[in-house]
């Protein structure tokens, strides 16, 4: 049972960090949501920074696995760069949530360092990923394939952003098409 409940912690967690981010995280409300008592998660996590490290590790490792997974099964550089967009989509479908490294990005002066450090480490896994299939796709020099993985990256965060705020997935969609009409991602 204790694996499994810190997991379940560790779940809502990261539902309720992507809705309402780190200042939003409330131990009480989780360990409700979970069915234990409130003290039962400082078992398991003993401060809301713990928490909040936790989740945000997890949400990177689980991003890296998830675009490796679409690099090994795309195989083409391109094709894996257009399905890039997905992993911010899918946030958006779930509950109109935020990116979890964007959400906490926007908090980060209030993070405790340990959080800052996985927000950093969810950018550079994603801007190294990005950074990587241009240079095998052929769309930029390594020397460039660093800024231009920041502008996709930030473009996305941005576009998942908008549409959250106006409650429009579409929004989103229409964005990730002319970011592939003006060739920041291959069409």
Known sequence: MSGSAREAILAAGRLSAQSHGYGGLNMRELAAEVGIKAASIYHHFPSKADLAAAIAERYWQDTKAWLEEVAKEEGDPKTSLRRYPETFRISLENGN????????????????????????????VNIAWLAKRLVDAGLTDKKGSEARARSIFAAIAGAQLLARSRSDISLFDAMIDSYNKAGLLPA
């Open 97 to 124: 949530r935020l990116c979890l490294g964007s959400f906490l990005g926007a908090e980060y002066d209030d993070l405790p360092e340990r959080v800052r450090q996985q927000v950093q480490t969810f950018a550079d």
